[in-house]
C-alpha cells in the first residue's frame, strides 16, 4: 500500500544521513506544517499541457540552474533567468510555430546526487558538496556536515522565488509588448541578441496586423500573462514527503513543492525509494534516461510511474551523449511506441557531455550540446516519434562556463566568470543561440500540430 511515507521501506539512495536525529524530526514537521507551495489544480494543468506534447502538439523548454543557491539569491538574478527563458520561448513559438510549454528548473532545485561521496578540495579529502539543501560547498568538514534545517531555508526561498515568478509573469513582465525589454544589454549587441530583435519586430509587427484587423489585443490574457511552470528533481525525500499533501478536491496526493518533479539519473532503480514515492503522487513526473537504460528498464518504468498511461503523468528526459544518442534512442523511441505508452520525450543535451579541462573545470561544449539535440531530432523523425522539448542548465548571468557558441568562449577563458555550484550553464548568448538552431530543426522536422 502507498503512502507518503512507504518510500522508507525500499532502498534509498543518495539520501542525507542528518546527526542528529531529533533536529531532523523537528525540521521534517516543521516543513510539514508550512501551506503547499504550488496547488493541486496546477500540476493537472502543466499535465494537461504535457499531454499535447505527448501528442505532437507542443514543446517543452525546461531550464534553469543545475543547483540553486542560497547566497545567490536576488530579485534581479530571478529576473534575468526569467528574462533570457521568455526570449528563447518567443525564438521557438514564433520560429517553430508550436506552444511552448515552459518550466523552470527553479524554486526547490537545491539538492545533487554525486558520483562519489567524497571529494578533493586542493589536499583535502572532504564529504562532497550535495546542495544547499543538504550542505555548503566551502571547503571545511563543518561545512560538508548535512544540516536539516536547510530544508526549512530551502522552502522558504523556493516561496519567494515563486512569488516574485507569480508577480512576474501575471503582472506586466512577460506581456508579449515588453518582447524587446527581454534583451538584456550585453547580449542585444551580439549577433544572437540582433538576431533575437529582429525576431521581437517581427512579432510587435503580427500584434499591430492583428489589432488593425480589429482583435481587441487587450481582452486576450495569452498575450499578456505566461505560465511558468516550477520543477525540480525530486531528491532528498524527507522534504518531498513533508510537503505531500492530499489534493481536497479528488482526494489524490500531490506533491505540492513543484509543479513537476523529476527523477534523476542515478536514482531511477525501479525497486528503489524514489520510484515507489513518485508512483504515488499525481503530478506530472519526469525521469532521466541515461545511456545504460534498455528499452526493457524504460518500459518497466513506464509502467511503474504510469500505470493508467495517462497522457501528460510521464516525461522521459534522455541524457544519452551527443556520441552516443543515434545509436541508443531509435530502440527506446520504438520500445516504447510499440508498447503505446502516452509519453512526452525531451532531450536533456547536457548531462552525458560534461567533462574536465586540464585546468580543472568542468565544462561541456556548444557543439557536443548542438550534437546531441540534433542525434535526438533526428532519431525521432526516423522512429515517427515526436521530440517534445529540451531540458536545459543555462543562467541569465554572463558566465564562461560552457565551451563554444557562435562568439566562442574559449578553453583559456572559463576562469574569468566560472560561478556554477555544480554543472556548467549555458550563458544568454549561448542560450539564445540554441534557441535559433533548435528552432530551425523544429521546421525540418514538422509537427501533427
Ligand atoms: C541534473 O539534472 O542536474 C542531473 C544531475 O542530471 P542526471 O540525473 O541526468 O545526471
Ligand atoms: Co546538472
Redesign the pocket.
Known sequence: MWSPSSWRAYPNAHQPEWPDEERAGAARAGLASLPPLVFAGEARQLRDALAKVAAGRGFVLQAG???ESFHEFSAPLIRDKLKILLQMAAVLTYAGTLPVVKIGRIAGQFA?ARSSPTERVGDLELPSFRGHMINDEAPTLEARLPDPERMLRVYNQAAATLNLLRAFTKGGFADLDQVHAWNQEFVASSPEGQRYEAIASEIERALRFMEACGIDLRSEPQLHQVDLWTSHEGLVLDYEEALTRRDSLTGDWYDCSAHMLWIGERTRQPDGAHVEFFSGVHNPLGCKIGPTASPEDVLLLCELLNPDRIPGRLTLVTRLGADRVSELLPRLLRAVRQAEHPVAWICDP??AN?FTTASGHKTRRFDAVMQEIEGFFAAHWQEGTWPGGVHL?FTGEDVTECLGGSEAVLEEQLDARYMTL??PRLNPRQSLDLAFRVAELMRRYPSSY
Open positions: 540552474d543545475c543547483a545533487k547536457m548531462h560534461v542548465e555544480c554543472d
